[in-house]
């Protein structure tokens, strides 16, 4: 299939889905796809296998804490870990980069988190209101400078956790 062939039958999609991993591997890749609580039968849905097998992958997930399960609402749902995927993160990226990376990292980012603070005369990017701010354009480009603000404090946590898994051979405790 060329770039600019049509778009696969979704018989085809479905083929090649099945052909590229297991049942627990489409579980998990729908598992770290979605951001709400899902009820299992939708996930198996999107998984292509049976409800039973999607709980059973599911349940093991949730042992594992990539998943969260609320058993208690009828059918179960089961949402993505959040903290599993920062965990992760930071965990590629001491991988990577060595402590001083890391460390030359965190300062670039300290010192945008700064410029960001001294340009909107706050600490908290909540606290900014983008819409106040005339016409379109001015609206739009504050609202993404506060959502790349909010990613410039995601990125420092992320990168201090990555800074102790480095400096304590992968564990957050020294050991």
Request: glycine content about 6%; some cysteine.
């Amino acid at each position: 299939m060329t770039e600019f062939d049509p778009a696969p039958t979704s018989d085809e999609t479905q083929r090649r889905w099945q052909a590229g991993t297991d049942t627990f591997g489409r579980v998990y890749d729908v598992v770290l796809g979605i951001t709400s609580p899902t009820p299992y039968t939708d996930i198996a849905e999107l998984a292509d296998c049976s409800p039973n097998a999607a709980k059973k992958h599911l349940d093991r997930l949730a042992e594992m804490g990539i998943a969260h399960a609320n058993s208690d609402s009828r059918p179960a749902t089961y949402e993505r870990n959040e903290g599993y995927l920062e965990w992760q993160d930071a965990s590629r990226i001491a991988a990577e980069l060595s402590v001083d990376e890391i460390l030359d990292r965190v300062e670039t980012l300290e010192s945008q988190r700064a410029d960001y603070e001294v340009r909107f005369g706050t600490t908290d990017p909540t606290d900014v209101s983008v819409f106040d701010h005339g016409d379109h354009d001015t609206i739009h480009e504050r609202m993404t400078a506060v959502s790349e603000w909010q990613g410039v404090i995601r990125d420092i946590r992320l990168y201090e956790l990555a800074r102790q898994l480095s400096q304590n051979d992968g564990h957050l405790i020294p050991a």
